[in-house]
């Protein structure tokens, strides 16, 4: 009333001058008034409903979600508190901005920015939760509010530290220190209150003792109010501040003054100074790079897999990659597209990656439209680093940086894959943000501040005498292969040693990121020598690359003999197996803690030598020598990688078999010794070009804002994943079914027949099926081949499901999923013995079923053409089976047909077809086109007809010990070039 009665008074008075503490006030009482009219409406209204719980025991205190959000009119109350009190809290946040930035020195500013950064997120985020409640939509309920807890515990603790440095800095100011105390007090009792919340509830939902939880209740409500308290105490930063707006006068006009400085709100400049606006441009480049080159050796591996040998397709898409960055280090070429004209021309040709998407029918035409839109934006990138504007070098090289982890940071969020290639809505949204980037360069205009720096010849390094570029551009092309193999997806490490995907796989994306801030550590400080830093990091990464593929073994692989490892004749006896060894957590700590920052400390110097440092008119013959030797090489990885997936249907390709270590271990040495062999003289962040200019500071801004940037998304990220994996425990713990169907499926790696993405197809198949156990083969994971996609994240993800897939990565090429509603007590996962063909997959897994164990084995078996593989691997499946008499059902690929001598051998081992126990499961025949089982299956033959029995060859589905319902094929359509095959079984 106070406030609203000075506002008439000034207003009477033509004059406006409000002060800056009131609007914290105001909001701080408007949020407090509404929780406590809601808490004295819901216990006077609704106090049963607000007190009940699920263990029906005394409760006398309701929860603070319970009295704003679950009943009418305490809803529209608390909706009305947060509409009105959200004005006065944005104005806060601003004016504290704006108050700290003028007690602050300038040079360090990232808290006061990030501050009001989390401070706008905090506020959005509660507008959300309170606008769409738990009943409308549980998921973004849920989301919002998380986000709000963590950016408004982010915001608190950077304005504690703001307050304390004010405080330090301006002793004799009574209402500072009054404001880091008492910031400091609140924030204290809300971590003791949070951590009381999480205690009383995790007491109360598992001992549902009397009174637990209205204890928890309470302590919620205190932290609530502690919170409402640290907004109130803003005005604290505030005292003495006002602004002022006349009625009248022309000068009034001209803003808003906040004690003796002139501020816009709403100026692009001040936010500018959180996230430039310049360098968004060079990040969507970035971005739809990272993204064709992730694609294009997937469409690349389509063709030989679909012809099952080797073709030249790919190679003929592949090689004009090599000559068009060739041709990038030309200088006419490079002046061109340094050029405006030449930018906008070459960034909208890009743009014609995005509409591959909408060829379905002509794989060959989808591959050439990524190859070019590849090729161009690749050319683009290289050209603007080797940019006469220094500034425009640095801003598209920390744009390229941070465009990788927003990249892995989306993929996180779409479960591996990545929207723009997969979705429609995802596809079109990136096109349509390309053209407004488009636009924007075409005819948008930014203010210059400062002149550009020019590189002349004379500036850059001197010629050189010892590698003429082929050495830097060789250790340009290694690491960016490493990198695309390594850090362009978030679970490629776990799945390499075959640990948990999420949250595991948050942890390399960090370390990428802690690689590049360790390269910016060491060019800053002149104490540390950077010779002997390039050989600890060798060391290093060395020994890391060896911990990753030997630390542990979680596969049980029955290798080949010593005798005659690979081909025919080959004398079974000579078989064992090696089971598990040391931990995945270890190999883990080298494929997905070291090599990714790894990664990341040798990209700033590496592009430094191998493209910025050769741009000069005197060595343009060494840059166009690199830019070759750098696109060679990656071909070249591009071709092993696929060589190391389908060895048997490509020349020589047994020297790859399955040898992905090879490439692991065999990178991380080509890159030492070809950095070891390179010129160093070029790398400016340790040279005078930089220095004195303020361009090294500017490209350390740029990359901290980069960084900061992708910190935030991947909270906001994973806080959205940790919701989910939640709800999906929650809704598997109390899983029960009347029968127990199972079925299995050949997925053909998530492409369908045309080479088009196939994932959600996928899932609406297995949907249908409402199966409660899946087996899924072709799930091979992970592998560049593949666009490091994972199928298992993915589909257990949407079908509610605990996944195991295995063989890892590491030890196996097509690889075996396994997905069950039923609990997964442990699993086995063999290579079973293949000495002529593809590594052979199998899953043993032991899942609890009605309180008792049952084995689900799924399997893939080699080629028809690898005679000994089969044998060797039905005999592998008869003696596991023999070990374990508990009920069993086999989902898996046996490449046989029906009463062959390998079938034959299997079913020795006590298995039943189900395409044989059909013809015993009762039926009948109302008319001729249909015969009816019980439980309402029907089907259009006779199940006795031979097709049905011994029309097979692939995918079967077995069981011992357990009662058959139904077994029943569905066809694929376009989605595989398989059925998915599934069986209805009694509980045991």
């Not at 409500?221 to 002022?244: H, I, P, Q």
């Not at 290639?421 to 501040?449: D, E, Q, R, W």
């Not at 390269?519 to 002149?526: D, E, I, N, P, R």
Request: aromatic share 12%.
């Amino acid at each position: 009333l106070q406030f609203l009665y000075f506002i008439v008074k000034e207003i009477m008075a033509n004059v406006i001058r409000i002060e800056a503490k009131w609007f914290p006030m105001l909001y701080a009482g408007l949020i407090q008034l509404g929780l406590l009219s809601c808490l004295f409406l819901a216990i006077r209204l609704h106090y049963g409903q607000v007190v009940q719980t699920h263990c029906n025991n005394w409760e006398f205190w309701p929860s603070v979600s319970s009295c704003t959000g679950d009943f009418m009119p305490e809803r529209v109350v608390w909706r009305c508190a947060i509409a009105l009190g959200g004005g006065p809290r944005i104005i806060t946040a601003l004016l504290q901005y704006y108050q700290f930035h003028s007690l602050l020195p300038s040079g360090r500013t990232w808290d006061i920015n990030y501050a009001l950064l989390c401070d706008c997120v905090r506020i959005f985020s509660a507008g959300i939760w309170t606008y769409v409640s738990s009943s409308e939509h549980l998921l973004i309920h849920e989301v919002a509010f998380v986000v709000y807890l963590l950016s408004g515990f982010i915001c608190q603790t950077l304005q504690t530290l703001v307050a304390y440095r004010i405080h330090k800095l301006h002793p004799g100011k009574q209402n500072f220190h009054k404001a880091y105390r008492s910031k400091l007090m609140l924030y204290g009792l809300q971590i003791v209150f949070a951590v009381g919340v999480g205690v009383l509830f995790h007491r109360h939902r598992t001992y549902c003792y009397p009174g637990g939880y209205s204890l928890a209740n309470m302590s919620e409500w205190a932290f609530s109010t502690c919170n409402v308290l640290y907004d109130y105490k803003g005005y604290l930063d505030l005292e003495g501040l006002s602004f002022t707006i006349a009625l009248k006068g022309p000068e009034a006009a001209e803003g808003e003054h906040v004690g003796n400085r002139r501020y816009s709100f709403l100026s692009l400049s001040s936010w500018s100074r959180i996230f430039p606006l310049t360098t968004i441009p060079h990040m969507f480049k970035g971005y739809l790079f990272w993204m064709y080159v992730t694609w294009l050796p997937l469409q690349v591996y389509f063709l030989p897999m679909v012809k099952m040998g080797f073709t030249v397709h790919p190679i003929m898409f592949l090689l004009p990659t090599v000559l068009i960055t060739w041709l990038a280090g030309g200088t006419r070429t490079r002046e061109y597209l340094q050029s405006t004209d030449g930018n906008d021309k070459i960034f909208l040709l890009s743009l014609v990656g995005l509409l591959s998407f909408d060829i379905k029918l002509w794989p060959e035409a989808k591959l050439c439209a990524i190859s070019v839109a590849s090729s161009v934006i690749q050319v683009l990138i290289i050209a603007q680093l080797c940019n006469p504007d220094i500034k425009e070098r640095y801003k598209t090289l920390s744009g390229l940086l941070t465009s990788l982890t927003l990249f892995v940071i989306v993929r996180m969020a779409n479960l591996s894959l990545d929207p723009a290639m997969t979705s429609p809505h995802g596809n079109t949204l990136i096109f349509f943000i390309g053209l407004v980037m488009y636009l924007c360069m075409k005819f948008g205009k930014t203010p210059a501040n400062d002149p550009p720096k020019i590189l002349h010849s004379d500036d850059g390094p001197p010629t050189r005498s010892k590698s003429e570029g082929h050495y830097e551009g060789l250790t340009f092309g290694l690491l960016f292969s490493l990198t695309h193999m390594l850090c362009t997806e978030h679970g490629i490490p776990s799945r390499w040693v075959g640990v948990e995907v999420f949250p595991l796989g948050v942890i390399p994306t960090v370390m990428f990121v802690v690689g590049i801030v360790i390269s910016v550590f060491v060019s800053q400080k002149s104490f540390i020598d950077v010779a002997k830093y390039y050989k600890i990091r060798a060391i290093v990464g060395f020994a890391a690359s060896c911990v990753a593929v030997w630390g542990s073994s979680a596969s049980v692989r029955m290798q080949e003999s010593k005798e005659n490892p690979y081909y025919w004749p080959i004398d079974y006896p000579a078989w064992h197996s090696a089971g598990y060894y040391g931990s995945p957590l270890i190999s883990f700590i080298g494929a997905g803690v070291v090599l990714p920052a790894y990664c990341g400390s040798h990209w700033i110097p590496v592009v430094e030598a191998s493209i910025m440092g050769l741009s000069g008119s005197s060595v343009c013959g060494h840059l166009r020598a690199s830019l070759a030797t750098f696109s060679l090489t990656y071909v070249i990885f591009i071709i092993l990688t696929v060589y190391v997936v389908t060895f048997t249907f490509v020349p020589g390709g047994m020297l790859l078999r399955d040898r992905i270590w090879v490439l692991i271990v065999g990178l991380v040495a080509a890159i030492e010794v070809a950095w070891f062999k390179s010129d160093k003289s070029a790398v400016y962040l340790q040279s005078s070009v930089s220095t004195g200019t303020g361009t090294r500071q500017g490209f350390v801004s740029n990359i901290k804002r980069g960084i900061y940037l992708s910190l935030v998304l991947l909270v906001f990220v994973v806080a959205v994943r940790m919701v989910e994996e939640y709800d999906i425990e929650a809704e598997l713990s109390g899983f029960e079914a009347d029968t127990l169907k199972a079925s299995i499926w050949t997925i053909h790696y998530g492409y369908d027949n045309e080479g088009n993405d196939n994932y959600n197809d996928i899932i609406l198949g297995l949907k249908k099926q409402k199966s409660s156990v899946i087996g899924l083969l072709e799930t091979d994971i992970s592998r560049i081949a593949t666009a490091n996609r994972d199928l298992v994240e993915y589909a257990g993800n949407q079908l509610r499901m605990h996944t195991d897939y295995g063989p890892p990565t590491l030890d196996d090429t097509f690889g075996c999923a396994f997905l069950s509603k039923y609990p997964i007590i442990n699993t086995t996962r063999y290579v079973m013995p293949s000495p002529q063909g593809e590594l052979a997959c199998l899953i043993h897994a032991k899942i609890l079923v009605n309180k008792k164990t049952v084995n689900v084995y799924v399997g893939h078996f080699g080629n028809t053409e690898h005679v000994l593989d089969r044998r060797l691997q039905s005999e592998t499946l008869g003696n596991l089976t023999l070990r374990n008499p508990e009920p069993s059902i086999f989902l898996g690929y046996l490449t046989t047909r029906p009463m062959s001598e390998n079938y034959n051998l299997i079913m020795s081992s006590g298995w039943t077809d189900t395409g044989a126990a059909l013809k015993n499961v009762p039926y009948s025949h109302p008319d001729p086109k249909t015969w009816s089982f019980p439980n309402g299956k029907t089907m259009n033959q006779d199940p006795r007809a031979p097709e049905v029995f011994g029309g097979r060859y692939c995918q079967y589905v077995l069981f011992k010990n357990l009662t058959m319902q139904w077994w029943g094929k569905t066809d694929a359509g376009h989605v595989s070039d398989t059925e998915i095959q599934t069986a209805w079984f009694d509980l045991p």
